[in-house]
């Protein structure tokens, strides 16, 4: 049997609102304890180029994540390469039971497990991850000035993702297996007014092709998905814009979740449904995903959990 260990703070996941949150919650003297989880750093490891941190016209995602963890480090977070499994909310010390066999409680848990894009599961795409194949246009759209893309999906985020490229792109060609889309009526009519996009129905991708050296995109080879025929659309990027899936499987009985799975927040807080419990980043906040807004929500959680542990 592993050992058990007590934190005031407990702060599971370590992309930007748990680092965030490591650093105000240590400057409060809490000594918070963090979980780093399965991916340590969260979606920006596998981000190569940043543009849109303040303060950095340009940083790879790698580096910038090992920075905010020595930050975190710095101000006394105790920074632990673990996965929690299993958490129990329902009585004060919260419990977390980790991998590793340590058992953590912890009189208040921020949660800042994040949320994964949906990926189309293709060899070929994972093979070009970060060379052309993308999940986030606003992170990424820049690179493709002058350039065609594609965007794969037919909601709100697939079309909001096609819009945004044409600030950039030469060309965006939309694919979508249906013969419609599910996005609002409003977003469809821009999308279908724009000079600058192509919808391409009834259609699948099936590969993402490409060059080895340099790694890099030159078109997608797509299926009719009614008679089977293939397509070879020329291209410089692509984005899979069919959705994201929160990592809530921690809480998904326990707190009230929302819009897919993401945890429902008291409005202008981190508070979520259990007093003493707090949520942050992309696990919350299925509208702007962004590693700045995250951060200032683990900025928010951290003094929300103080406040609360001031209380008590």
């Known amino acids: 049997m592993g050992e058990t260990r007590h934190t005031r703070v407990l702060i599971i996941g370590s992309g930007p609102a748990g680092y965030t949150a490591a650093v105000y919650a240590a400057r409060a003297m809490l000594n918070p304890i963090l979980v780093q989880g399965i991916q340590p750093g969260g979606q920006l490891t596998i981000t190569t180029e940043v543009e849109n941190w303040p303060g950095d016209t340009h940083v790879m995602g790698p580096d910038l994540m090992v920075r905010m963890q020595a930050h975190a480090e710095a101000m006394g977070a105790e920074v ?150 293939a397509t070879d659309i020329p291209c410089d990027g692509v984005f899979v814009a069919i959705g994201h899936a929160p990592a809530s499987e921690l809480v998904r009985d326990q707190l009230e979740l929302h819009n897919g799975g993401y945890v429902r927040v008291e409005p202008g807080s981190t508070r979520t449904t259990i007093p003493g419990v707090f949520a942050a980043g992309d696990l919350t906040d299925h509208i702007y995903r962004q590693a700045v807004t995250s951060a200032g929500m683990g900025c928010m959680a951290a003094l929300d959990a103080e406040k609360f542990l001031s209380g008590h």
Not at 81 to 90: G, K, N, P, T
Not at 209 to 223: E, Q
Request: hydrophobic fraction near 40%; include cysteine.
């Open 80 to 229: 632990i390469s673990d996965h929690i499994a299993a958490l129990d909310l329902s009585r004060r010390p919260f419990s977390a039971e980790a991998d590793s066999g340590t058992t953590y409680t912890a009189d208040a848990v921020i949660l800042a497990t994040g949320a994964q894009a949906k990926w189309l599961g293709l060899p070929s795409e994972e093979q070009f991850k970060g060379f052309g194949v993308s999940a986030c246009a606003t992170c990424d759209g820049f690179f493709y000035r002058g350039k065609k893309v594609v965007v794969i999906g037919g909601g709100n985020t697939a079309v909001e993702e096609a819009l945004f490229l044409t600030n950039f792109a030469s060309h965006v060609t939309l694919i979508h297996r249906r013969d419609r889309l599910r996005a609002e009526k409003i977003m469809q009519d821009r999308l279908f007014k724009h000079p600058k996009i192509t919808v391409l129905w009834h259609h699948e991708v099936t590969e993402v092709l490409g060059n080895d050296s340099p790694r890099s995109v030159t078109a997608v080879r797509a299926r009719n998905v009614n008679t089977g025929a």
